[in-house]
């Protein structure tokens, strides 16, 4: 990994955290975009070669000033606040610090402290902003529109992955009772011995406190002799999911609890209609009853009811598809967001 010379960066995103999440999700798809018209770079352990980094240990050596004069520290978790906060008071470094928050909860005292310290803060929906004590420009998550596309041809696609032919229904993330995981389970068992050429999907990895849960939904398929119409796949890296999205006649995202939730997005974008809880952001990214169906959380006959609906209704589940994917493209798009947030740091830099 040849890493960049900080005294040339403008920008500094840290993304601590060395397992998969959505953050370095983020900072992924994000960085290398915005390097196309300022000088940013990722400081984070197990990032992918094309995403532009300096090291971490060079952060206490780097210049005080970058070549536009001061820097922009962007954190996305309490543990990046702190860093930047610790550069700029105990180090020196002249930094400008900024945070995107995305929790849709009440903050700990020791959070609201480290927000208190930031210089701005960035919130990723008007749910998200409505729990902060303070101002913040709200700026939505987008998704390439490239990369999730809808497929020329479903049937062919699903052929090729060895996938059933029928109507197939999936949900995709991790494995947790917070993910709903365990709701959509309960809601294919119910509704699938009605549609017996459908089939649905669980993607996703279950942690290791989670084990236990996921190995009593597979039981639970079991028990209703469903497994061969309610698959479990394990997750697969960001550059192959889109597939996925493809192969799919309808997305169900059953949260519990969210902090934005792209996978709304990456569906629709992909031309499929997705039903979705009223939670985190999806009720900002998916229209009612034109793009998908929202519906209250941990309410597993409202699941079923909208399945059915979509299931009963293919031209109009074709309808939403193509809207969605019209909806994505007009106000979704990552190129929008990545504009949204270098506009934001030049305010900063120049200020």
Not at 15 to 40: E, H, M, W
Not at 246 to 255: G, H, N, T, V, W
Not at 306 to 322: D, I, K, S, V, W
Request: proline fraction near 7%.
């Amino acid at each position: 990994m040849e890493f960049l010379d900080p005294a040339r960066v403008d920008v500094l995103a840290p993304n601590f955290k060395k397992r998969l999440s959505g953050v370095t999700s983020t900072v992924v798809r994000l960085v290398p975009l915005q390097a196309r018209s300022l000088s940013i770079a990722a400081v984070a352990p197990n990032l992918p070669a094309h995403v532009p980094q300096v090291a971490m240990k060079s952060l206490v050596t780097m210049p005080r000033r970058g070549p536009s004069g001061r820097r922009v520290w962007h954190a996305r978790r309490n543990s990046e606040m702190l860093a930047g906060i610790a550069l700029k008071r105990i180090l020196g470094k002249d930094l400008k610090l900024l945070f995107t928050s995305a929790s849709q909860r009440h903050h700990t005292g020791y959070s609201k402290w480290l927000i208190q310290q930031m210089d701005h803060v960035i919130s990723t929906s008007k749910k998200t902003a409505a729990y902060l004590d303070r101002a913040s420009t709200v700026i939505l998550h987008g998704i390439d529109t490239e990369t999730f596309s809808p497929p020329s041809d479903r049937a062919a696609l699903k052929s090729s992955m060895g996938l059933p032919p029928g109507p197939l229904i999936g949900c995709f993330g991790r494995i947790r009772a917070q993910k709903g995981t365990g709701d959509f389970v309960d809601a294919m068992i119910e509704i699938l011995p009605d549609f017996p050429d459908a089939c649905a999907i669980v993607m996703g990895r279950a942690t290791d406190q989670h084990q236990a849960y996921d190995r009593g939904l597979r039981e639970k398929v079991l028990a209703a002799s469903l497994e061969e119409r309610i698959l479990f796949k394990p997750e697969v890296p960001v550059h192959r999911i889109a597939d996925w999205y493809r192969s799919l006649d309808l997305f169900i995202a059953p949260q519990r609890w969210e902090g934005f939730g792209l996978t709304p997005l990456e569906a629709m974008a992909c031309g499929v209609p997705v039903v979705a809880t009223r939670v985190g952001a999806f009720e900002e990214l998916v229209v009612d009853r034109s793009t998908g169906t929202l519906i209250p959380a941990q309410d597993v006959p409202a699941m079923v009811a909208a399945t059915r609906y979509y299931l009963e209704n293919p031209a109009e589940r074709m309808f939403q598809g193509e809207a969605a994917r019209t909806h994505v493209a007009a106000d979704f798009r990552i190129e929008g967001e990545a504009e949204a947030l270098n506009a934001l740091y030049r305010e900063l830099l120049a200020n």
